[in-house]
């Protein structure tokens, strides 16, 4: 494996590369490496010769009072993770080398980053765009691997490549989870015991709202409703939000209507933690 943290050296390992016809695909962390990480570099190699892994704590979709100084930079334990899940090039720049002294072009993200992470963090999703697009031209992938877990961020790279005819395929991963469910996370570090064991009922949530859809209900925001008390009588937890949006467009969805795909959002604080999980349903 070949770590590089310049822009420029990165872009012409991929230019030799791709005059080698090699197919590259791209999975981009902000390291602290876990299952997670891994399941989308999986993906990766089974459908690319040549895989890049990007480390890049990304200081634009972090808030004023959000955890950027205090979020998990291992380092050399995510390198070591990557050499051993088989990654060719890890691409580990500066804050300095993405964003250079006087850089002031963003890409602005539409109505799909409005709700849901978008309005609980301003700006956060304009943040996501911006980078994903330098680090898209920077690696110059056949194709980028992303988790399902941070849904919303999905729809809003989707929208993005199509919009701006990025000639890049993008492909999700279901989303990692414990043995508990609690959906796989870097920041799960910060969980007690006992918040952990209560936040494991964002999952038992979704499997709630599972078969209460497979019983035909239609009531999208009552089964949401029933989902957001389950969090609330847990004492470690409080919810964010819970709520069902239809999959194509990520708008709010109160009714279910058949042969639709409809995917149910949570957002949840368990002590000073901030967790996120969703699934996707069929109706």
Same mark, same amino acid.
């Given at each position: %494996?070949?770590?590089?943290?310049?822009?420029?050296? %990165?872009?012409?390992?991929?230019?030799?590369?791709?005059?080698?016809? #090699?197919?590259?695909?791209?999975? *981009?962390?902000?390291?602290?490496?876990?299952?997670?990480?891994?399941?989308?570099?999986?993906?990766?190699?089974?459908?690319?010769?040549?895989?890049? *892994?990007?480390?890049?704590?990304?200081?634009?979709? =972090?808030?004023?009072?959000?955890?950027?100084?205090?979020?998990?930079?291992?380092?050399?334990?995510?390198? &070591?993770?990557?050499?051993? &899940?088989?990654?060719?090039?890890? =691409?580990?720049?500066?804050?300095?080398?993405?964003?250079?002294?006087?850089?002031?072009?963003?890409?602005?993200?539409? &109505?799909?980053?409005?709700?849901?992470?978008?309005?609980?963090?301003?700006?956060?999703?304009?943040?996501?765009?911006?980078?994903?697009?330098?680090?898209?031209?920077?690696?110059?992938?056949?194709? /980028?691997?992303?988790?399902?877990?941070?849904?919303? #961020?999905?729809?809003?790279?989707?929208? %993005?490549?199509?919009?701006?005819?990025?000639?890049?395929?993008?492909?999700?991963?279901?989303? /990692?989870?414990?043995?508990?469910?609690?959906?796989?996370?870097?920041?799960?570090?910060?969980?007690?015991?006992?918040?952990?064991?209560? /936040?494991?009922?964002? =999952?038992?949530?979704?499997?709630?709202?599972? *078969?209460?859809?497979?019983?035909?209900?239609?009531?999208?925001?009552?089964?949401?409703?029933?989902?957001? %008390?389950?969090?609330?009588?847990?004492?470690?937890?409080?919810?964010?939000?819970?709520?069902?949006?239809?999959?194509?467009?990520? *708008?709010?969805?109160?009714?279910?209507?058949?042969?639709?795909?409809?995917?149910?959002?949570?957002?949840?604080?368990?002590?000073?933690?901030?967790?996120?999980?969703?699934?996707?349903?069929?109706?």
């Amino acid at each position: %494996m070949e770590i590089i943290t310049e822009p420029g050296l %990165m872009q012409a390992a991929v230019e030799k590369l791709r005059l080698n016809r #090699q197919r590259i695909g791209v999975v *981009m962390t902000m390291g602290a490496l876990h299952e997670g990480h891994l399941s989308l570099v999986e993906k990766a190699r089974s459908i690319a010769g040549t895989v890049i *892994m990007t480390i890049f704590v990304n200081p634009k979709q =972090f808030g004023p009072d959000e955890d950027f100084h205090r979020y998990p930079r291992p380092f050399e334990q995510d390198a &070591a993770h990557a050499r051993a &899940a088989g990654i060719d090039y890890l =691409f580990a720049p500066s804050p300095e080398a993405v964003y250079p002294e006087g850089f002031q072009t963003t890409v602005h993200t539409g &109505a799909v980053a409005e709700g849901f992470e978008g309005a609980t963090r301003p700006g956060h999703f304009n943040g996501v765009a911006t980078v994903v697009t330098k680090l898209l031209q920077i690696t110059k992938p056949h194709a /980028a691997v992303f988790g399902e877990k941070d849904a919303q #961020q999905l729809a809003v790279i989707r929208r %993005m490549v199509r919009d701006l005819n990025i000639d890049v395929d993008i492909v999700s991963v279901p989303v /990692a989870r414990e043995e508990s469910g609690l959906a796989v996370s870097s920041r799960n570090i910060y969980l007690s015991r006992e918040q952990r064991e209560s /936040a494991s009922v964002l =999952f038992r949530g979704i499997r709630h709202a599972g *078969m209460e859809l497979e019983k035909k209900r239609t009531d999208l925001s009552s089964i949401a409703a029933e989902v957001r %008390m389950m969090i609330e009588r847990e004492p470690e937890c409080r919810p964010d939000y819970v709520s069902f949006v239809d999959d194509r467009s990520f *708008m709010p969805a109160e009714t279910a209507e058949p042969g639709r795909e409809y995917r149910l959002l949570i957002a949840a604080w368990a002590g000073a933690v901030r967790l996120i999980d969703n699934s996707l349903f069929k109706t």
